[in-house]
């Protein structure tokens, strides 16, 4: 089935830097989420996105609805240690629709 | 955000034998819930999605007599695996999604199943 691109699949940072990541789809889609995965936990919700355009806040995370509806970023500001995990994309066309997800970055934080 | 328990958190089990695991709503009425299975480095994929009193609608190439999920109330799911082979050693995950217009997917924390 479809996948979200989300690249690259690693990314190593220095503890108080920012990073951002990408995520896009060949496809529209209504709602976009970005979740975090730990080593061994399921995913937990971050931010979710609802109309083309938006840019929402969750305390140092910040993610935008591409105004194409094909792609969404999620910008980490002043990393730190526990940002540390997998940060999975998603795309949900309508609201009793599956979730599209993309492969995952996993994000190192170096102290 | 809302809680999805999922239990047990890991298991190991011996071949030809079958494994529940639980997936509950705690703070939320789950219309949907859907089951993933995830390998090793890899994202998330999709099993079955399940309606609250129907049977439960399977992905291509996922076998249901093999796979049974159960969704007999809005805060309750099952996925048992049956005659379990190391083969089906994996994370197993669930998802309850609520309804409404936000329609929101919320995650357990998984299940590692190891066969022996």
């Known amino acids: 089935g479809q996948q979200l691109n989300q690249s690259p699949q690693s990314m190593f940072i220095q503890e108080g830097e920012d990073v951002s990541m990408n995520c896009t789809s060949s496809?529209?889609?209504?709602?976009w989420l970005w979740y975090k995965q730990d080593p061994g936990e399921g995913p937990v919700l971050l931010i979710a996105?609802?109309?083309?355009?938006e840019l929402t806040s969750n305390g140092r995370l910040t993610a935008q609805f591409g105004i194409t509806r094909k792609d969404s970023f999620l910008n980490i500001s002043a990393s730190i240690p526990s940002d540390v995990g997998i940060y999975f994309c998603?795309?949900?066309?309508?609201?009793?629709?599956?979730?599209?997800f993309g492969k995952g970055i996993t994000l190192s934080v170096r102290p | 955000g809302a809680v999805v328990s999922q239990h047990p958190s890991w298991v190991i089990c011996k071949s030809g034998t079958s494994v529940k695991i639980e997936c509950r709503s705690l703070?939320?009425?789950?219309?949907?819930m859907f089951w993933y299975r995830q390998f090793p480095k890899q994202s998330l994929m999709l099993m079955a999605t399940?309606?609250?009193?129907?049977?439960?609608?399977?992905e291509q190439g996922v076998e249901k007599d093999k796979f049974l999920i159960n969704h007999a109330s809005l805060t309750l799911s099952t996925l048992t695996v049956t005659s379990a082979h190391p083969e089906d050693s994996s994370f197993y995950i669930c998802?309850?999604?609520?309804?409404?217009?936000?329609?929101?997917?919320?995650f357990g924390a998984g299940t590692r199943l190891s066969v022996l």
């Open positions: 996105l609802y109309k083309a355009g």
């Open positions: 998802s309850g999604r609520g309804g409404g217009a936000k329609n929101i997917q919320y």
């Open positions: 496809s529209i889609f209504n709602t």
């Open positions: 703070d939320f009425q789950a219309t949907t």
């Open positions: 998603a795309g949900q066309y309508g609201a009793n629709s599956k979730l599209t």
């Open positions: 399940s309606n609250e009193g129907s049977k439960a609608t399977y």
